[in-house]
């Protein structure tokens, strides 16, 4: 065989060689679980969307996305089968703080690295924690509720209707006690009803039918997301009453139907932004599967921001989530 065959073939095998091992670096893939409290909340939603969108950029990585809705039992389930399927990481927006701590330890005693997704648990069973700060966002709008009826009437008096979340949830309590706080030395200001909607429009909605039944002035309503603060405006509007009240939501959603597009149109008064979280969460996650050294902060917490009709164009444009 002449040379120049030789160089042919050993030519050839290295190129068949290092096909090969492309070709085993392009299958091997990281597998990311994300437990999802609730996908049919359009915060989840976003969530979802967003998770999907950034690990998607990354072709190394398999992503799967359960969906609890808003059962502690399923999503208790579903982080059981996860551990089992042993995930490089876990994510976890958990449904309740209580009931999720349990399984999330199962899932870190397991070697399995655990974020837990902007609900706190009870205890903290995880390796790291992305939330935004829920006290600040109940205290910011405890403050806007404050000055919009110091505008109203020339004194800190009125009457306010809450919409609360699920009641246990960290968000809930803090979004509460936040602007409890605010205005507890206020004793004009008086909360007239508290309803629970578990965070859903259609819920909000009934309650807010029953409440204005009841209640002849209304000043404001403070729903604890946007969804439920729109269902409030829906029922006022529904009974010709939403030019009476101001209505102020959280989370701040950009597109067509969120809540920075509702201040836009006039249906919200404000509302707060509340970061999905997911960026951050993806970005400590990334480095958590590909740096074995790397050790993330146990917190890493996010600012909220007002959003009123003097910057709800600007923030829209820009993509606040």
């Known amino acids: 065989m002449s040379r120049v065959s030789v160089r042919v073939i050993l030519s050839l095998l290295a190129m ?3 096909s090969c091992g492309s070709k085993d670096k392009g299958q091997k893939k990281y597998f990311v679980a994300f437990s999802q409290c609730n996908s049919a909340e359009p915060y989840r939603a976003a969530q979802n969307q967003r998770m ?21 039992s399923k999503q208790i389930a579903q982080i059981e089968a996860f551990i089992r399927q042993k995930p490089d990481l876990l994510i976890v927006a958990p449904n309740e703080r209580a009931p999720l701590a349990d399984v999330m330890g199962r899932a870190m005693a397991a070697q399995i690295p655990v974020i837990c997704l902007e ?8 390796t790291t924690f992305v939330g935004a700060d829920n006290l600040a966002i109940g205290k910011m709008a405890g403050e806007f509720i404050l000055n919009e009826l110091k505008k109203k009437s020339g004194a800190p008096r009125g009457k306010v209707v809450e919409i609360r979340g699920l009641l246990g949830v960290e968000a809930e309590m803090e979004r509460y006690n936040g602007a409890h ?15 629970v909607a578990d965070w859903l429009q259609s819920n909000a909605r009934d309650r807010m039918v029953e409440i204005l039944r009841a209640e002849p002035q209304i000043d404001i309503v403070y729903g604890h997301n ?7 405006y829906l029922a006022a509007r529904e009974l010709q009453r939403d030019k009476q009240m101001e209505f102020i939501g959280v ?5 067509p139907s969120g809540g920075i597009k509702k201040v836009m149109d006039g249906v919200l008064t404000a509302t707060f932004y509340y970061p999905l979280c997911v960026d951050k969460a993806v970005e400590i996650g990334d480095r958590m599967l590909r740096e074995p050294t790397f050790r993330p902060e146990k917190h890493y917490i996010l600012q909220p921001k007002l959003i009123t009709k003097e910057n709800a164009a600007e923030v829209y444009q820009q993509g606040a989530n």
């Not at 609900?119 to 995880?126: F, V």
């Open 16 to 18: 068949l060689l290092a």
């Open 119 to 126: 609900r706190d648990i009870a205890e903290p069973n995880y």
């Open 251 to 255: 989370d701040g959603l950009g597109g």
């Open 181 to 195: 706080e605010v205005l507890k030395p206020y004793p004009e200001i008086r909360f007239v009803h508290e309803a």
């Open 52 to 72: 999907q969108e950034e690990f998607g950029k990354k072709n190394d990585v398999h992503l799967v996305i359960s969906d609890a809705q808003q059962d502690n």
């Open 226 to 232: 946007d969804p439920m603060a729109v269902g409030a």
